[in-house]
């Protein structure tokens, strides 16, 4: 039982370069959520999908973009990567949208990300 | 905007101590709390679920309170192992229809001395 797989797991890159993030679930969760983790910032939402179809922005958007590939797949674009992008980016998911304020979300191990 | 604070930061205790955990935030008009941990270079993994009209949760070794009116929780660990050194975080989701935006504290870092 897999739950949320992300990958890659590390990533360098350089400034100005692009790259997406992967991220899938498999236990038929609607809500998929991107995060970053930041020493002395906690972590914060970049962007949330309520449902297959949908994407909203989260607290921290400016410089990604997000696609709901599908109901197992949501990814996470950087167009221009930035050291400030530097960071542990989270996935998670959780359960139907209508239910989602009773229920956990669940997460990936990260990816590990620094932009030189 | 909702602000969540733990403290304290890094704990170290000697295994076997029973100890707490804890986490404030500044809106008490929250849907409720959840408490995670996270090991070294992993993801988060839930722990307890508080609704807003309960005052505690229970899991093995873990309990976990609620104080939605003085905007606090606390997280107890009982009898604890050097397995349970790990960072330690608390979220609230918010009072709102719509959304679904964890507010994360910093975490306390725990150590538990064999």
């Known amino acids: 039982n897999a739950g949320v797989t992300q990958t890659p797991k590390f990533q360098v890159l350089k400034t100005g370069q692009s790259m997406t993030l992967q991220c899938a679930q498999d236990?038929?969760?609607?809500?998929m959520y991107w995060y970053r983790q930041d020493p002395g910032m906690g972590l914060r939402l970049i962007y949330y999908?309520?449902?297959?179809?949908?994407?909203d922005k989260g607290e921290v958007p400016n410089g990604y973009n997000v696609s709901r590939l599908n109901k197992r797949e949501f990814s996470l674009r950087l167009e221009s990567a930035a050291p400030s992008q530097t960071s542990v980016y989270f996935c998670?998911?959780?359960?139907?949208?209508?239910?989602?304020?009773?229920?956990?979300?669940?997460f990936g191990d990260g990816t590990r990300l620094s932009i030189l | 905007k909702q602000e969540v604070t733990q403290i304290p930061a890094a704990l170290s205790v000697p295994e076997g101590e029973n100890l707490v955990l804890n986490c404030s935030f500044t809106?008490?008009?929250?849907?409720?709390l959840q408490w995670f941990r996270q090991d070294p270079g992993k993801g988060l993994t839930s722990l307890l679920l508080i609704q807003s009209s309960q005052r505690e949760q229970t899991s093995g070794r873990l309990n976990a309170s609620l104080d939605k009116s003085s905007g606090r929780s606390t997280l107890y660990i009982a009898a604890s192992q050097p397995g349970d050194s790990a960072t330690y975080l608390c979220?609230?989701?918010?009072?709102?229809?719509?959304?679904?935006?964890?507010?994360f504290g910093e975490g306390t870092q725990l150590t538990v001395n064999p």
């Open positions: 998670a998911s959780s359960e139907a949208w209508h239910r989602v304020i009773h229920q956990p979300q669940h």
């Open positions: 236990m038929n969760h609607n809500s």
């Open positions: 999908s309520a449902s297959e179809g949908t994407t």
């Open positions: 979220a609230v989701r918010p009072g709102e229809t719509s959304g679904s935006r964890l507010t």
């Open positions: 809106d008490s008009a929250i849907y409720n």
